[in-house]
Antibody, heavy 123, light 107 residues
Framework: QVQLQQSGPGLVKPSQTLSLTCAIS??????????WNWIRQSPSRGLEWLGR?????????DYASSVKSRITISPDTSKNQFSLQLNSVTPEDTAVYYC?????????????WGQGTLVTVSA | DIQMTQSPSSLSASVGDTVTITCRAS??????LNWYQQKPGKAPKLLIY???SLERGVPSRFSGSGPGTDFTLTISNLQPDDFATYFC?????????FGPGTKVDIK
């Protein structure tokens, strides 16, 4: 059974970097079929897919255009986890952030999800 | 980007009712449509993938229809555990996008 466990701070100051980690059990971040995603949810923006990292003989990323200039999603194969970095945050980045897996090449539905981390951007 | 809309935004129903939620994509997405259930303070839970395939462990009272641009989620014989918010999500193209949600509460 695949499980995702998120960690990271719940409070970030404006203009700083939001950093979250998602630890994987029951699967490998380097598996050649699935992908590892970050999704956020706020009352104003609803559920918003932010991006993903995946391995197909080498590492690839896809990012939403709304955050493309500020986001990095990267794998850590030694710890079997992946991380989110979002730079230059503003209060509009306040949201619950989730990590999630999609399990196969053409199966872009999300299961499982991490438990969620409420990140507040405030001075 | 593919825009997803849902209707209604909320509905009230009783235990035993049958409810239908509609999701519409801004363009043709074949059967690349997934449904999730979310309860307060919890992550979304996958219910249906590829428009009509029931995720393992999800009760058979949940069903979905497609493909195309208009999709429905039907919950038959509504149970107390089904009162939640439901979201659709298109997996046809990046960026993957979600509908705004439909809240099902108790009448």
């Amino acid at each position: 059974q695949v499980q995702l466990q998120q960690s990271g701070p719940g409070l970030v100051k404006p203009s700083q970097t939001l950093s979250l980690t998602c630890a994987i059990s029951g699967d490998s971040v380097s598996n050649n079929r699935g992908g590892w995603n970050w999704i956020r949810q706020s009352p104003s923006r609803g559920l918003e897919w932010l991006g993903r990292t995946y391995y197909r003989s080498k590492w690839y990323n896809d990012y939403a255009s709304s955050v493309k200039s500020r986001i990095t999603i990267s794998p850590d194969t030694s710890k079997n986890q992946f991380s989110l970095q979002l730079n230059s945050v503003t209060p509009e980045d306040t949201a619950v952030y989730y990590c999630a897996r999609h399990s196969d090449f053409d199966e872009h539905w999300f299961d499982p999800w991490g438990q969620g981390t409420l990140v507040t951007v405030s001075a | 980007d593919i825009q997803m809309t849902q209707s209604p935004s909320s509905l009230s129903a009783s235990v035993g009712d049958t409810v239908t939620i509609t999701c519409r994509a801004s363009q043709y997405i074949n059967d690349y449509l997934n449904w999730y259930q979310q309860k307060p303070g919890k992550a979304p839970k996958l219910l249906i993938y590829a428009a009509s395939s029931l995720e393992r462990g999800v009760p058979s009272r949940f069903s979905g229809s497609g493909p195309g641009t208009d999709f429905t989620l039907t919950i038959s014989n509504l149970q107390p555990d089904d009162f939640a918010t439901y979201f659709c999500q298109q997996s046809y193209s990046i960026p993957f996008t979600f509908g705004p949600g439909t809240k099902v509460d108790i009448k």
